[in-house]
């Protein structure tokens, strides 16, 4: 209701007191439709077509006439500023006319491209209109015409990877196998030697030095994909790359790519996550730096790196069916992508670091890109319509299927309807549940007449002691389970009901003890929650609260609490500031005191007012 | 022996692999006798000068003809740089001729000069000769023919504060009043409405945003000096400011500026000092932040500052004889200080953490200012001239003694011998003592013939337990203790014998509660020195060692090891990585296995190659 309006808004420079988009102007102008200059960042386009595929998978779920004229204005629009040689980018139409396709370390051209692919799918999908489809596909071809491995054609790549997620997704709607074979182009070529960006630039005659230290590991193409062990540079970057490269291995059948993403896979969710799902540790460069590097306050953990992270896990799991790809999704899901909006989906953080203290904030020019309170609007413009076509697609990630091995897999439990056609019976599956509140889930699967297919279950794996009932039985089901789906195979009835009890108690979870800035240090979390302490609940100077190992830590639903949420509350120590005696330093050790510890899921924190935030609580 | 040659051939730029220092040449140039252009910082001169003081101070102790004969020919050349109407700046005389005085916020003008006067005077002292002091006051002159109050003079003061301290002890040595005035009307004048700096800059129609965002906190004139009431901006310039201000209130006993030093010291000491006695917590305008954030590794702590904080802490105690002031003083010059210099006098550090990890370092941004090795020279090298005219003038530092009061008040305790003339007799005070390994200092008083007079000896702030023995009788002390000196009054005979018995047990420090970074850490000190882990000793991963409350830690004097200091020995706990099991979370809390831990004085640290190190322990 809110958040698609909010945002049309902001790409129309209606929102008052926030940084204005010039988004639509942009095009407008591109249009040849409104005179003035080029505003904004040079990838500006995406905004708008992030915000397109938005609509296109609200529309898929229910109509809503009002934004839909809204879409097909825009895509008429943007359809007018395309050139006739399919060519479409409103800054070099505008600002560089003349220059395309000369600066692809920098300036976002396939970029731009790959997201307007992706709201044609999305588009054409929900509603069947072919308008911006074929906007698609005619830029598409031109890029196909420029670049390959064939002589004369240019053999670059983008420095931000995204067409290339974006071509499979063109290939799968329109079966057009050039846009493929395109997408496995740009990932081969990336990172080989001579390096495309240098004779790039050697061509601009641009001798200045690259910006940023990293260099051309900032844009992953410091070795070729295979050949990458680690995960480096820009996270959003490294995470778009990889879905890509998940992509293609999946339908190439390409061992070699399969295997560079699994072991970046090992690399980023076992030496370079916050526990919320959240990746790159650094502001500078918004990267990744080094393993086990994960400092809490100065966390850049980007919105759309975490829901980099979710499109990522996703295409995994249809490389190789195994929950830990669908644990990670849910965690970043449900932790580092929703902290980057507010209740009320009108203000959103770009940066979700795990601790903050906002008078340092204030101060401290290491944490100036943390800001203390969601905001309405970015220059930069990346996360809020990428928060819009998640949330708008989460349908998508609840389950996957294989008509070959007639089997719909539930990776994720919330309440929903699905239909599948599997068997060539049309299969319906109601999920019901509280979750993430509470554990328990129930199936209602509703096949046309009966059939055998295999429901796959995902168990958790945050989950200890999962109970599984089907129509009202109990479920043995360790020999049913691999690699953490429950397979239940069977002849499905109309009005089978599976049952699946996940037990939620209250964890105390650990890091890794090289992870430096946690040692000595718990972080709570229920089912698939991470929770975090506010100052509005528990007083100024977090830090100072320790949890005692023999704590009981007892969870309450609230109803009316921040939207209703279940709360962890439990009796801690803090650290005496009244009883200190001495300056700044003493040989006497600080008294601590009793106090009640109240603690609220990470991704409503910020919903009251700036404050204190803390994730990793000392423990005693 | 090593420092200052070391640090001539730097000023020559004879330092292979070294940054160019270019000072030597820079006189040259703007003496007319080389070619070429300025090279190194607007205030390049200051390194020059204070080598030249440092030499001053050495001389004043021994005779060492090669140094008095460099420096008699640099005084030559310095002499030949002057201008005749007595200004002297290479810069300005190189690269802007003509814009004296334009530009008073950022160039350094007043602040070399206040290093030339330094220099003269403690040349002039230790040699006797006046041609540096000549030079000084020629400049001095010129200096107080620009400014003032009186019309026509120009209203400003430096960007850097330096002149104000260096003109107070200009007057010491010439008994020139003009020099005191000119000092006070520059700390009198600063941050008044309409801002100079402002108007200045309207003047040179430079209309662009002062680079940093402190604005005019920076250079500590965003309010008149008895108005500010806590440190802010550059944290050396802030302890030069202050220094100057202690000695002009000292002097004319203004007790609203001895109010402002008060108020200005205990926010300093009391809520921005790290327990090495280094301040200024943020790398971004090497400067303060706010209260109680000292976090340990990215802490800027430069050598300087402390440096800084030395000097103001000594003209404290003649503000006002109280030991709190002689306690900082000491822990910044056993800590912060001397962890700024190699063992070895040729390697320096600019920035003092307290906690590094140096892969960390590589490639996080906000640590780049973080070296993980001392270095051989800076291109802006302040520090390591600043080091060497401490060290060498350490002697000014021990005692301080007032003929009025008939008084010697003895502040440090380390081997010397001290002559004074109270009396009308000459007294020669020797300390012997194995300080700070051991506790024992031994007071031999020699006056010429006896002579009644009072010894004021310090009881550290440490120390608790102190023992006093005159020749060979236990004082109850209690009785002569005030503000941390017993004031022994007697008449002294030669051979009187005075034995201060400091026990040195371990102690553990703990930090205010508000200082988040050190929330369940403790420091380990003994006497006067703060204690560190390195990796060296410890293997990696230092913030997985925990340290039991109940663990004892045992001092042992290693006479080989590090030039001979005392190590500090327990048993510990540390996180087993090998153990873990799970990924980078688990439910499932690391084991610990009990480890032998070794703590090293912090100021030895990284005299064996690079590696981690941490102050602030995690305690069990």
Known sequence: ???????????????????????????????????????????????????????????????????????????????????????????????????????????????????LFEAAVAYYEATGKTKLLEVACHYADHIDRTFGPDPGKKKGYDGHPEIELALVKLYRATGEERYLRLSKYFIDERGRQPHYFDLEAEERGDTRPYWNIFGHSYSQSHLPVREQKTAEGHAVRAMYLYSAVADVAALTGDESLAEACKVLWENVTNRRMYITGAVGSSAYGESFTIDYDLPNDRAYAETCATIGLVFWAHRMLHLEMDAKYADVMERALYNGVLSGISLDGERFF?????????????????????????????????????????????????YSYSEEEKTVYAHLFTGSTARFDLTGEEITITQKSAYP?????????????????????RIPGWCRGAELVVNGSPVSFAPFLRRGYVY???????????????????????????????????????GPLVYCLEEIDNGPNLPGI?????????????????????????????????????????????KTRRVKIRAIPYFVWNNRGPGEMLVWIREA
């Open 1 to 115: 209701n809110n958040v698609l309006p909010y945002q049309w808004l902001a790409l129309n420079d209606l929102l008052p007191d926030a940084e204005p988009s010039h988004a639509i102007m942009i095009f407008k102008i591109a249009a040849g439709e409104a005179g003035g200059q080029f505003g904004g960042y040079c990838f500006q386009d995406s905004d708008v077509f992030k915000w397109l595929e938005a609509v296109g998978y609200l529309l898929a779920q229910e109509a809503d006439p009002d934004l839909a004229e809204k879409a097909d204005q825009v895509i008429e629009l943007i359809a007018r500023a395309q050139q006739p040689d399919g060519y479409l980018n409103t800054y070099f139409t505008v600002a560089e006319p003349g220059r395309h396709f000369t600066n692809l370390r920098d300036c976002h051209e396939l970029y731009c491209a790959g997201h």
């Open 488 to 526: 239940l195979k069977r002849e499905w009835h109309p009005g089978d009901r599976v049952l699946l009890r996940l037990p939620m108690p209250v964890e105390r979870v650990y890091a890794h003890p090289r992870v430096r800035a946690n040692a000595g240090r718990v972080a709570l979390q229920r």
């Open 546 to 590: 320790l949890l005692p190992v023999e704590a009981e830590v007892e969870a309450r639903y609230l109803p009316d609490f921040l939207g209703g949420v279940v709360v962890l509350e439990t009796e801690g120590l803090r650290l005496e500031e009244e009883a200190w005696e001495g300056g700044l330093y003493s040989p006497v050790k600080p």
């Open 350 to 398: 770009y940066v979700n670091p795990l601790a903050v203290w906002p008078e340092a904030c204030a101060r401290r020019h290491d944490l100036q890109h943390v800001k203390v309170t969601r905001q309405k609007w970015f220059a930069c413009a990346c996360c809020p319509p990428n928060l819009a076509r998640l949330i708008a697609s989460l349908g998508k990630y609840i």
């Open 437 to 457: 509140w509470e554990g328990e889930v129930e199936f209602e699967v509703n096949p046309a007449k009966e059939t055998e297919f295999t429901l796959a279950v």
